[in-house]
């Protein structure tokens, strides 16, 4: 099925009929897939033909992530909210790239932007204040994972918190359920601490990524 997007979305841009964001996400697909550097080149097209996309340039900012560009992503993310400073992925992008710094109490900062943005209650956001301060870092993982709504969520927390078994066991639910951001699974640096076990291995095989 990766082939088969892969061919149909390289046909809509060959020949120019392919609506205005299938380029930034074609781009975003071939980040998915590993295919880095093809994604940088898609990424940076999109935004010269619409340097005023939101979606275009926040899909910038993730494939540079992705890639390992992490300085650049944090300087994409950053002209992005100048665009939009209202849009709560922007956030969620900016506190991915500050926990790939292992900078965190920017993460936390732009948590709680974020939070500021999509109006939550100020008791639940005194509540993660109050975890980092009692554990930090951890206290603020052990906050989310609380709150988290699906498996996969809760698997990325876990990941990160050291605890493997239980971040395979909700990888495999959200692998079961289809869950929609598997797909970047392969990329996302969430996953960095368990990467190379052997079940995070078999997993990509069962999904069928490209080799």
């Known amino acids: 099925i990766f082939a088969m997007i892969d061919h149909h979305s390289a046909y809509c841009l060959g020949i120019h009929v392919a609506k205005r964001g299938t380029r930034f996400e074609y781009a975003w697909f071939l980040s998915t897939m590993g295919r880095t550097q093809e994604a940088v080149v898609e990424a940076e097209r999109a935004v010269r033909i619409d340097p005023l996309s939101v979606p275009a340039n926040l899909a910038l900012g993730s494939v540079y992530l992705w ?18 400073p209202n ?9 991915e790239i500050y926990g790939s710094l292992g900078l965190h109490e920017e993460l ?15 008791s639940v956001v005194e509540s993660m204040m109050d975890a980092y301060r009692r554990g930090g870092h951890p206290g603020y993982l052990r906050w ?16 990160q918190l050291g ?15 289809r869950w929609w951001a598997m797909a970047r699974v392969k990329v996302g ?3 960095a601490s368990i990467r190379q076990d052997p079940r995070f291995q078999d997993l990509l095989r069962r999904m069928k990524f490209p080799q």
């Open 144 to 159: 989310e994972l609380g709150r988290a709504e699906v498996p996969y969520r809760a698997a990325a927390m876990q990941a």
């Open 67 to 84: 890639a390992g560009r992490a300085d650049e992503a944090l300087a994409q993310i950053r002209k992005t909210i100048e665009l939009e």
């Open 108 to 122: 936390l900062q732009a948590r709680r932007k974020e939070t500021e943005v999509l109006q939550v209650e100020a």
């Open 189 to 191: 640096p969430e996953w």
């Open 87 to 95: 849009d709560p992925r922007c956030y969620e992008f900016l506190r």
């Open 163 to 177: 605890m493997k078994d239980e971040a395979f066991a909700n990888l495999e639910k959200a692998y079961q359920q």
